[in-house]
């Protein structure tokens, strides 16, 4: 069975940073692409970035793009996304995603939000 649990979210102030992770189970984590989503207050479901399997290949939706890094463990099953010069419109429940044999799997979430 597919298991992803997220944590690492809280309050943080602008300018902040938070480093998430996800810890994977249940499938073969190496093979696998992995994608943060989040989803913003009274807002639909947004990319955010995902990674290859390797670690070697990375994407990033522009507006988080040189303050966001994706990365991964595979030695430990664990997905990473480190946060850094955090803003309020960042604030959103941030969700780790994969998509395996055409169905998508979802963690429970981890909130962030970004005020002062």
């Known amino acids: 069975e597919v298991q992803l649990v997220e944590s690492g979210g809280g309050l943080v102030q602008p300018g902040g940073s938070l480093r998430l992770s996800c810890a994977a189970s249940g499938f073969t984590f190496s093979s696998n692409a992995m994608s943060w989503v989040r989803q913003a207050p009274g807002k639909g479901l947004e990319w955010v970035s995902s990674i290859d399997g390797g670690g070697g290949r990375t994407s990033y939706v522009d507006s988080v793009k040189g303050r966001f890094t994706i990365s991964r463990d595979n030695s430990k099953n664990t997905l990473y996304l480190q946060m850094n010069s955090l803003k309020p419109e960042d604030t959103a429940v941030y969700y780790c995603?994969?998509?395996?044999?055409?169905?998508?799997?979802w963690g429970q979430g981890t909130q962030v939000t970004v005020s002062s």
């Open positions: 995603n994969l998509r395996f044999v055409g169905r998508d799997y």
